[in-house]
């Protein structure tokens, strides 16, 4: 009896003292850890070279985002002042035509005395104030029509160069006088215009050519002419240096 019991129970003591020892894991081979670690370093490396490169787009990102940001506000300036100096231009003429209104009504009239202005609306011939002789006279000529003046430049214009013909009516040159300036005797062609030009002080006149720069009032001498220089005046000081010459067209000594 007591030799079954230990045939039985001898192969479970064995199995429990196996079970009981600890188990022994045997190191793996050198070769292969040394490759485990260089694959990790060139996860790192690439993971960090990754990382890298989406840094680099994020400010990229963040770099157009400014300029882009930037350009905006420069052109949200830019339309803003362009709206200020257009609203400044369009004040400055509201205040230049409140002004001429003003000026135009600020006098009492007197008994004869008659307002500048159009005489018929506001186009064709229209009234102007001669200031030298503190008189209303009417254009002889309307707004648009060519003309020739020939006569003086004087300094009675307020904003515009003066100018009177030889007949004694006064004319205010608008736009490009060519550089003549006051002593001038010229001879010009042009076109009447608007007198708020000038604030209706004259026949407003622009001219278009200068045909003849005198020397004297009688047509004598001359510095340019165009039959004999044959080419646009250009400028005042191009042929004010020349030396005065006699004029020797008799149809222009007559004054025909």
């Known amino acids: 009896m007591n030799i079954r019991k230990a045939k039985v129970f001898l192969p479970m003591l064995l ?44 400010n990229k990102e963040q770099f157009n985002h400014r300029q882009a940001e930037l350009q905006r506000q420069a052109e949200m300036q830019r339309r803003a002042e362009l709206q200020r100096q257009a609203e400044l231009q369009r004040r400055a003429e509201m205040q230049r035509q409140a002004e001429m209104q003003r000026r135009a009504t600020a006098r009492r009239l007197q008994p004869g005395e008659r ?31 060519s003309i020739v003046v020939d ?57 278009t050519d200068v045909t003849a720069l005198w020397g004297d009032a009688r047509h004598r001498t001359t510095y340019y002419h165009h039959n004999y220089d044959g080419e646009r005046f250009g400028s005042r000081n191009t042929w004010i240096r020349r030396h005065l010459r006699a004029f020797e067209n008799r149809v222009e000594r007559n004054g025909r």
């Open 15 to 58: 199995l429990a003292g196996a079970l009981s020892m600890p188990v022994v894991q045997a190191d793996p081979p050198a070769h292969s850890n040394a490759r485990n670690h260089s694959q990790s370093h060139k996860q790192k490396d690439k993971d960090k070279v990754q990382v890298k490169v989406k840094v680099k787009e994020t």
């Open 151 to 207: 006569g003086f430049l004087t300094n009675e214009g307020r904003t515009c160069q003066a100018l009177r013909d030889d007949s004694g009516q006064l004319f205010m040159l608008v736009g490009n006088a060519y550089g003549l300036r006051t002593g001038d005797h010229t001879r010009v062609i042009g076109r009447v215009v608007d007198g708020g030009h000038c604030d209706w002080e004259g026949t407003a006149f622009e001219v």
């Open 115 to 145: 307002r500048v202005g159009f005489l018929n609306g506001t186009a064709g011939r229209y009234r102007y104030y001669d200031r030298r002789n503190d008189r209303y006279h009417d254009s002889r000529w309307g707004r648009g029509e």
